[in-house]
């Protein structure tokens, strides 16, 4: 009799064992699934387009791009940009590159960001006398504000790292436009 009393117990804790594990690993897997499924909860995506087209003059820019929200408060994210501007016996030129962007949203209506972009500048000046080619990273910081309302934010940035010399910004304020969704 006591040999089947231990041949049971063993047996039993065999049973809760092999039953315990199995069902701290499906827990294990359903919190992986879970915070995995989370992310992609907070991930918006957005960016820009733009297309200017005049007599002579094409200006085409693609700017995708993606925030992660941390909170109501804060978000952060990347982007691409690509942009494209030819004025027909005077300039050509291609810019690409990326940028890191921190979006600080105090109050629903108002959003505080900060950018650092850079860029790959490959530009060409034509005239009759000769013709100028330029290659060059150019770096900007933008600072800005804007009013928001819902997944639209228009407003005004600052580049703080703005040269009139080098530079591919005419100006250090540019207005903008951000759309998330």
């Known amino acids: 009799m006591k040999k089947n009393?231990?041949?049971n117990l063993t047996l039993l804790l065999a049973f809760v064992f092999l039953f315990g594990i199995k069902s701290e690993i499906f827990a294990q897997e359903?919190?992986?699934m879970k915070t995995k499924s989370d992310f992609w909860n907070?991930?918006?995506f957005?960016?820009?387009l733009g297309l200017g087209i005049g007599n002579g003059y094409a200006d085409i820019m693609v700017a995708p791009s993606a925030i992660y929200n941390f909170n109501d408060y804060v978000s952060a994210g990347l982007g691409l940009q690509y942009?494209?501007?030819k004025q027909r016996d005077f300039?050509?030129?291609n810019m690409y590159g990326g940028s890191l962007i921190a979006l600080f949203q105090p109050f629903y209506e108002l959003q505080i960001s900060a950018e650092l972009e850079q860029l790959r500048i490959s530009r060409t000046y034509e005239n009759s006398i000769e013709n100028?080619?330029?290659n060059f990273?150019?770096?900007a910081l933008f600072v800005g504000a804007g009013f928001r309302n819902e997944n639209v934010t228009f407003g005004v940035r600052y580049n703080v790292l703005h040269r009139d010399r080098d530079n591919i910004y005419a100006e250090a304020f540019m207005p903008f436009v951000r759309v998330f969704f």
């Open 5 to 7: 009393s231990v041949m």
């Open 132 to 134: 100028t080619s330029q």
């Open 42 to 44: 907070h991930v918006q």
């Open 83 to 85: 942009n494209y501007v």
């Open 30 to 32: 359903n919190t992986q």
């Open 91 to 93: 300039y050509n030129a």
């Open 137 to 139: 990273w150019n770096t």
């Open 46 to 48: 957005g960016g820009g």
